[in-house]
């Protein structure tokens, strides 16, 4: 099956074909995924709190995001491999900002994405695209944002905050952006947001009408117990099969009945005769 690109995303958008997209932050997760069909493999700046314990996004830095990019890219051999740009990053001049995202697709990723839609992150995603780089824009609740914000809040709750997004969005279009994460936008708003807009978006907490989803692959899996987001479905419940599993196995070792005969490698007849005679000289 051919890679995802950003030319097949577009093409998927223009068929209504719904895009399909998780994150991951390790390679053996990142072959399953791929295995499953996804789309749309994003080095979430989410491992902060999910893989390091961090309290917000704001504590994770390149060299971290490096390192997970490259494992998820070795990993994932159809899906776009998207990097998350993270804190920043990008935010204190455009020359610094397009290599850190050079340095993205260096480690292995086919574009990154960049949160904000104000004049200067315009420019950022414009002069990535001019040198090649591939960029998923983010709007609505803008994690790294999350202070000026004022903390986890709905976005684009009236018209007039819809329209703002919406013209945020068009101008991200504009500058080559390939798609947009909506993110805890009101169904309605993404709904009108998508519409007009010809690259797809990408909702997480944003409705049943954005042109794919996304999710933390932690919250799907209820693995990540600190919090579950309104708008994450638990597909499994990892945390309690985790704990089941490791709880019996601490019983088993504790027991001594792990490991059993079927676990353990033997010596031939021969070479055990040779022991016991050496034990037998020593004793």
Not at 104 to 115: D, L, M, P
Not at 124 to 132: A, E, L, M
Not at 234 to 262: C, G, H, M, Q, R
Request: glycine fraction near 8%.
């Amino acid at each position: 099956m051919s890679k995802v690109s950003v030319n097949s995303i577009q093409i998927m958008k223009n068929k209504n074909k719904k895009i399909t997209a998780l994150t991951a932050y390790d390679y053996s997760t990142a072959k399953i995924l791929d295995i499953a069909g996804i789309d749309m493999i994003l080095i979430g700046d989410s491992l902060a709190m999910v893989a390091l314990g961090y309290e917000t996004t704001h504590q994770v830095g390149m060299d971290e995001m490096l390192v997970f990019t490259k494992a998820v890219a070795n990993g994932a051999k159809r899906p776009m491999v998207v990097a998350d740009m993270p804190f920043m990053s990008y935010h204190s001049d455009i020359k610094t900002a397009v290599e850190n995202a050079g340095d993205f697709i260096r480690a292995g990723a086919k574009a990154v994405k960049i949160e904000g839609g104000t004049k200067y992150i315009v420019e950022v995603v414009k002069h990535c695209v001019d040198v090649g780089i591939p960029v998923l824009g983010h709007l609505g609740f803008t994690p790294q944002f999350l202070h000026t914000i004022g903390g986890y809040n709905i976005q684009g709750k009236s018209v007039e905050n819809t329209v703002k997004i919406l013209e945020q969005a068009q101008e991200l279009q504009e500058a080559g952006a390939f798609g947009i994460v909506l993110e805890m936008v009101p169904e309605e708003a993404s709904k009108y947001i998508t519409e007009n807009l010809k690259i797809p978006t990408i909702g997480i907490g944003a409705g049943r009408f954005c042109s794919g989803q996304i999710l933390v692959l932690d919250d799907l899996l209820g693995k990540y117990t600190d919090f579950t987001p309104k708008f994450a479905k638990k597909y499994a419940n990892l945390a309690d099969i985790t704990k089941t599993a490791v709880t019996a196995y601490v019983k088993e070792v504790e027991e001594n009945s792990f490991p059993s005969i079927e676990h353990v490698f033997n010596l031939d007849e021969q070479e055990k005769i040779r022991l016991e005679n050496i034990n037998n000289l020593k004793n």
